[in-house]
């Protein structure tokens, strides 16, 4: 390190302390002394001395003059002592020494002194480098303060301006009216865009506040508050006002509402240098809070009068409020509900507690709840009510709260539960009436269909039944028109209404009528149809065979005519003859033989007029069922020899030829044999007169395995096809054969069937077609057993008697005519015979009379033939008389009814003149029920 002044004020900041600086002169002194010592005798005194210079500068350049003085002494005097000689001792000294000495001295003196001169001026320059130095810091500390603080102060600018800009900004921006003014002269210094438009007006900086008191007028409750009591004016008076809602007068003409606030502005000593206001537009506020007012005035009153009920449960503290409707919803009076989960819960009906409870359970998961329940009121009747609620979460998804509404709907369920009956019912009827109802919803194209409308088509209850599958079950045949016809009606928006076929799954054919109406968009699309369908089936079919009975009361209508012309005609026919019969007896009365021929042709005309009368009737009484069989075992033969008997006159007029085939055995059937000798022998008559002249008939009598069959088979002039089925038919005549009908009326083989059936048999008409001959089979139940021997005999074996007995007869008849040309024709047989034309001188002839046998006319004036019997038969003398009926009516009630009355026989008008005659000439007491 190199040793310097700086570097020992460095390691002495203070400068070498005396010591320091002493004790340097006196070692530096010893040192220069022990370096001379060695080398005394090679140095010459002089440069000895010379060497001692060096610790006199050394001490006076560090310690100043005083050790230099004291080095240049210690040096000069060890010099002397030591080096000079002698040595060791200042005896001995010369001039030389004194002056050497002396000089030293002088000169380490001056050196000192010099040294010293030196180190003080360099030790002066150097303190006052020190406090140049010093300045020059302290200017240049001063120079950074200053530029500090321009530089902080231009921070500040630019802070402030940044400041002044962001505040511009905010008070341009902010969604406020924001005024500025300078107190106290309320000079307005700022005003925003807002304000402007707040107060619907441009705004003038102005002067002072009288200035702005025109547009700064406002209403607060109506009264007008002008500028001085403005709320500006009153900031700049140090007042505070804290948002007040005032409505102000807009430039525009509009009030509207607008919130204020104002604050002084206070300067760093608190003194008020201004002021600012903050308006708010909250007329929106205003009116939406005053619109919610009156929406919730709306609400309440629509709750109330829609009887609709709100509540809040607050599921942390179980709370639950409930609005006074809800109250009323359950019955209770207002503020009559406790408030709690468990109050609520014993309300509700315990049979829809449990699924109440579960869906308000359930809310608590899924957030809402929609739910119906039954509630009993206190009074103990039962309501209905709707409810629906939601439930609010928190952020980690706790329930906190449950709101909700409840509506009675317990007037909808009635009226439901009564549409559900009125429902029923009509479903009812309609499946009562085979009345089915359909629904088809065009957009989902889905058919909603009742029972009775899948029955019509077939369908159980809960198959499922389409729109297609309505439409494939339809008959091919009708599809396509039926498909044409829905189209066509949607094109012209008419009602739809068609009759079709369907085919039902077990491949039966039924007719439905369908009938609907739609509900069009307004696109013009159909939405939507409601229709019915009927099974018309048992209509159609009814329908069907109303049209054949109409077809076939029409057809005998036609026949009734036919017939009745063919009546006329036959009728007529006799009466032609009869009236030349009648003139030809008036003028050749006299001549026997022309009388005798008259006769004759009289009595075949009145003979076949009473044919023609008697099938009448006959068909007639058969018709009304007036006509009992006196059913009796009866071998076929029996009955096809008095039938063959009948017939012969008529087929041997025709020279035809008759075979007749009968069975080996006898075969026998429970029968009337007179009934089934009329029935053959009219098929008989038929084959005579439906055949030419001289052809052949056949009679078969058979037994089949169970029954008896009758043949009547003829080659003549046959039946086309299609007229078999109807020869049987009343007044059925085949058109090609009318002209042989020879007198008949249609009816002869109406006639046949039915006495055919009465005998539990049928009958059967078979020909091969026109002009290939007939064949009529009658098959009648065969008897197993052997006829018993109660059977009859022929009418020709019976007793008759002889001829010739003659007898008193009284005939009682109002018909004149009729009783006289009875007696005539009785006298002629030599009979004694008296009339009577009334009850009583009936009574009183006959006992005037006594006459044996009395016909006696049933239908009398003054007294009926039952009374004139009755009271004869009371009469013991009269009781041989042979009492007769004379009647139009033959039935056996009829007969059963002149039985009673006391008659013994019962004669059918007109009276057969043969059979008079055989009862005259028959006994008395032959007369008996048996020939009746
Ligand atoms: P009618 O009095 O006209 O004979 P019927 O009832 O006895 O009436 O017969 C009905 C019709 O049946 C006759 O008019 C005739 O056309 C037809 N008919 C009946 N029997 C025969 C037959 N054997 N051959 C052909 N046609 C017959």
Request: aromatic share 6%; glycine share 8%; charged share 30%.
């Amino acid at each position: 390190m190199r040793l310097s002044y700086d570097n020992l004020l460095q390691i002495f900041p203070s400068g070498p302390s005396r010591t320091a600086r002493y004790g340097l002169a006196i070692v530096s002194s010893w040192g220069a002394l022990i370096v001379c010592l060695p080398l005394e005798r090679a140095l010459s005194e002089n440069l000895a001395l010379t060497l001692f210079i060096i610790p006199v500068a050394v001490s006076a350049w560090y310690g100043g003059l005083g050790p230099g003085l004291l080095a240049t002494l210690l040096c000069g005097l060890a010099n002397q002592y030591i080096l000079t000689g002698p040595n060791f001792a200042f005896t001995d000294f010369d001039m030389a020494d004194w002056k050497r000495l002396t000089l030293f001295l002088i000169t380490g003196g001056i050196l000192t002194w010099l040294i010293e001169t030196t180190r003080i001026a360099r030790q002066r320059g150097e303190a006052r480098a020190r406090e140049d130095e010093q300045k020059r810091i302290e200017f240049e500390a001063q120079i950074a303060e200053r530029e500090r603080a321009r530089v902080e102060r231009e921070r500040l600018i630019a802070e402030l301006e940044t400041e002044r800009a962001r505040l511009k900004a905010i008070v341009e921006h902010i969604p406020a009216g924001v005024i500025l003014a300078e107190a106290p002269s309320g000079r307005i210094v700022m005003v925003n865009p807002q304000m402007e438009r707040i107060i619907g007006r441009p705004m003038v900086l102005s002067p002072d506040i009288e200035s702005y008191r025109e547009w700064l007028t406002y209403e607060v409750n109506e009264r007008p508050v002008e500028g001085r009591e403005s709320v500006l004016a009153r900031t700049l008076q140090g007042e505070v006002v804290a948002s007040r809602e005032i409505l102000f007068h807009r430039g525009d003409g509009v009030k509207a509402w607008v919130r204020v606030s104002g604050a002084p502005i206070r300067d760093a000593g608190g003194k008020i240098v201004g002021g600012v206001d903050l308006i708010t537009d909250i007329d929106a506020e205003m009116r939406a809070c005053e619109a919610l007012r009156v929406n919730q005035e709306r609400l309440n009153l629509a709750q109330k009068s829609a009887r609709l009920g709100s509540f809040e449960w607050n599921i942390q503290t179980g709370e639950v409020i409930w609005s006074e409707e809800t109250e009323a919803l359950y019955g209770l009076p207002p503020g009559g509900f406790s408030g709690d989960y468990e109050a609520w819960a014993k309300l509700v009906h315990p049979e829809d507690r449990p699924h109440a409870e579960q869906a308000v359970r359930r809310a608590l998961v899924d957030g809402e709840y929609n739910a119906e329940w039954r509630v009993i009121w206190p009074d103990g009747s039962i309501h209905w009510i709707i409810t629906r609620g939601k439930v609010f979460f928190d952020d980690a998804g706790r329930p906190l709260r449950l709101i909700g509404v409840d509506i009675d709907i317990t007037e909808r369920k009635r009226a439901k539960e009564k549409l559900r009956e009125s429902e029923q019912r009509l479903e009812i009827a309609l499946e009562a009436a085979k009345l089915g109802s359909c629904h088809l919803d065009f957009g989902a194209n889905e058919l909603t269909s009742s029972a009775a409308c899948k029955a019509n088509f077939g369908r159980g209850p809960d198959d499922h039944f389409t729109y297609e599958d309505l439409i494939e079950m339809i008959h091919p045949d009708d599809r396509e028109r039926v498909l044409e016809h829905i189209q066509q009606t949607i094109k012209n928006r008419e009602g739809y209404q068609d009759e079709y076929r369907v085919i039902w799954p077990d491949g039966s054919i039924h007719w439905i009528a369908a009938r609907s109406r739609r509900v069009y968009g307004a696109d013009g699309q159909p939405l939507y149809c409601d229709g019915v369908t009927l099974d018309l089936t048992e209509h159609k079919q009814m329908e069907e065979s109303l049209r054949r009975q109409t077809e076939a009361l029409r057809e005998a209508d036609r026949r009734k005519d036919d017939f009745l012309a063919t009546l006329a005609h036959e009728l007529r026919n006799p009466l032609a003859p009869l009236r030349n019969a009648v003139q030809i007896l008036s003028l050749r009365g006299d001549d026997p033989a022309v009388v005798a021929q008259t006769n004759e042709l009289m009595d075949r005309q009145i003979q076949q007029m009473v044919r023609l009368v008697d099938d009448l009737l006959e068909v007639s009484r058969i018709g009304q069922g007036k006509i009992s069989l006196q059913k009796a075992p009866v071998d076929l033969a029996e009955v096809v020899a008095t039938a063959v008997e009948t017939s012969r006159p008529l087929i041997e007029s025709h020279r035809h030829k008759l075979t007749v085939l009968l069975p080996d055995r006898p075969v026998r059937v429970e029968a009337d044999a007179a009934r089934l000798a009329q029935v053959l022998s009219n098929l008989l008559n038929n084959a005579a007169k439906y055949t030419e002249d001289g052809g052949c008939i056949e009679l078969i009598a058979q037994r089949g395995p169970k029954e008896a069959v009758l043949r009547v088979r003829d080659n003549g002039v046959g039946i086309a096809p299609e007229e078999l089925p109807q020869v049987f038919d009343m007044f059925m005549q085949v058109e090609s054969s009318t002209d042989r009908s020879q007198g008949g009326l249609g009816i002869g083989l109406t006639l046949v069937r039915r006495l055919v059936e009465m005998h539990g048999g049928k009958i059967e008409a078979r020909s091969a077609g026109l002009g290939k001959g007939s064949e009529f089979l009658v098959r009648l139940p065969a008897l197993t057993e052997p006829a018993s021997e109660s059977v009859r005999k022929p009418a020709e074996d019976s007793p008759t008697q002889a001829p010739g007995s003659l007898r008193r007869v009284l005939i009682v008849d109002d018909n004149a005519d009729s009783a006289e040309s009875m007696a005539l024709l009785l006298r002629l047989d030599g009979h004694e015979v008296r009339l009577a034309y009334d009850g009583q001188s009936a009574l009183e002839e006959a006992h005037a009379f006594r006459p044996d046998v009395m016909f006696l006319d049933l239908n009398l004036p003054k007294m009926d033939g039952y009374e004139v019997a009755r009271r004869l038969r009371r009469e013991p003398a009269m009781r041989d008389m042979t009492l007769v009926a004379m009647t139009g009516y033959g039935q056996e009630e009829d007969r059963q009814r002149t039985q009673e009355a006391g008659f013994q026989l019962h004669l059918v008008k007109p009276v057969d003149f043969t059979k008079v005659e055989e009862l005259l000439s028959s006994p008395p007491e032959s007369h008996s029920r048996s020939k009746r």
